[in-house]
Nanobody, 125 residues
Framework: QVLLAESGGGLVQPGGSLRLSCVAS????????MHWFRQAPGKERELTAAISLNGGHTYYADSVKGRFTISRDNAKNTLYLQMNSLKPEDTAVYYCAANRGTMVLSDSAYGIDYWGKGTLVTVSS
């Protein structure tokens, strides 16, 4: 059983930045692809970014390309999401998620093995 704990959410003004972290415990972190999903109020869950086991492959939703950067530190069992140039439409609960095998590249999240509880990001002036 892998436990995932997100942190770093909060209130930020449009144009600002935040860095989310997700610490994993209870498993071999380097054996899992890692993902960030988000769900805005009244909207469906969206895959935001994903990263492969050793960080060699990454994926970004079109809505965040050029603004968000996903990274991982396998020595620290930690996943990151650096979010720059934040917009009000980025407001959502952000979840980290882990899976073995092929990276999950769809909003359906089919194949995800473990989820964190989420951290709220609010972009507002």
């Amino acid at each position: 059983q892998v436990l995932l704990a997100e942190s770093g959410g909060g209130l930020v003004q449009p144009g600002g930045s935040l860095r989310l972290s997700c610490v994993a415990s209870g498993g071999t972190f380097s054996g899992y692809n890692m993902h960030w999903f988000r769900q805005a109020p009244g909207k469906e869950r969206e895959l935001t970014a994903a990263i492969s086991l050793n960080g060699g492959h990454t994926y970004y939703a079109d809505s965040v390309k050029g603004r968000f950067t996903i990274s991982r530190d396998n020595a620290k069992n930690t996943l990151y999401l650096q979010m720059n140039s934040l917009k009000p439409e980025d407001t959502a609960v952000y979840y980290c998620a882990a899976n073995r095998g092929t990276m999950v590249l769809s909003d359906s999240a089919y194949g995800i093995d473990y989820w964190g509880k989420g951290t709220l990001v609010t972009v507002s002036s």
